[in-house]
């Protein structure tokens, strides 16, 4: 079975500054990586995803992660913060066998940017 | 892109009442459909995946009998909470994958479910 695990529910940056979501995810086989964002009332939206190929994936709203095997890690980066950044974000892996696959979300790391 | 629509985006109900949720994908096939409940400031849990024309696979300690998922087209599945409570207010979040093309996962909007 898969698992992912989210270090930190809260995270605050300044505008202009890096952010860095972590995320960490257990799995037997190769996995599929997301990172999904949420906005208040809404369902989630991609921001990018790891399935196979180059290991560094750039995502929309200037995000991007690095899928790093050795560390079995996935983490989010992006250079500076916008105050439109705030919102939830979800790291999500799935295992596809077959036809079937589904996701399994990680807590959520709620991001804060302060002026 | 895929585009998945979700209504309705809030809901109230009396307790007692049955209450429906539809998810339809607009711009593809959508093979196996999944449902999640998220609470305030919680990830979100998976229900069940159905798959189109057959029953749905439910997570454990779901039940079946009060979450009724059905998936008869390619293009839509509801939920139904049956016998609502106020426990059952929660958000409910839909999510639809094609086996035709890996784009990943693409979501609903989500649906308020307040039960008074």
């Known amino acids: 079975a898969q698992s992912v695990t989210q270090l930190g529910s809260h995270v605050s940056v300044s505008e202009g500054a890096l952010v860095l979501l972590r995320c960490n995810y257990s799995?037997?086989?190769?996995?599929?990586l997301f990172w999904y964002v949420q906005y208040p009332n809404q369902g989630l939206q991609l921001l990018l995803k790891?399935?196979?190929?180059?290991?560094l994936v750039k995502g929309i709203n200037g995000f991007e992660a690095e899928f790093k095997k050795s560390e079995t890690s996935f983490h989010l980066t992006k250079p500076s913060a916008h105050m439109s950044d705030a919102a939830e974000y979800f790291c999500?892996?799935?295992?596809?066998?077959?036809?079937?696959?589904?996701?399994?979300f990680g807590t959520g790391t709620r991001l804060q940017v302060t002026l | 892109g895929a585009v998945v629509s979700q209504h309705p985006s809030r809901v109230i109900c009396k307790s007692g009442t049955s209450v429906k949720i539809e998810c339809r994908s607009l711009?593809?096939?959508?093979?196996?459909m999944f449902w999640y409940r998220q609470f305030p400031k919680q990830s979100l849990m998976l229900m069940a995946t159905s798959n189109e024309g057959s029953k749905a696979t439910y997570e454990q300690g779901v039940e079946k009998d009060k979450f009724l998922i059905n998936h008869a087209s390619l293009t839509l599945s509801t939920l139904t909470v049956t016998s609502a409570h106020p426990e059952d207010s929660s958000f409910y979040i839909c999510s639809a994958r094609t086996v035709t093309l890996y784009r990943g996962y693409t979501f609903g909007s989500g649906t308020r479910l307040t039960v008074v």
């Open positions: 790891y399935t196979t190929g180059a290991t």
């Open positions: 711009d593809f096939q959508a093979t196996t």
């Open positions: 999500a892996v799935s295992v596809v066998t077959g036809t079937a696959s589904k996701l399994t």
């Open positions: 799995s037997s086989v190769p996995p599929y």
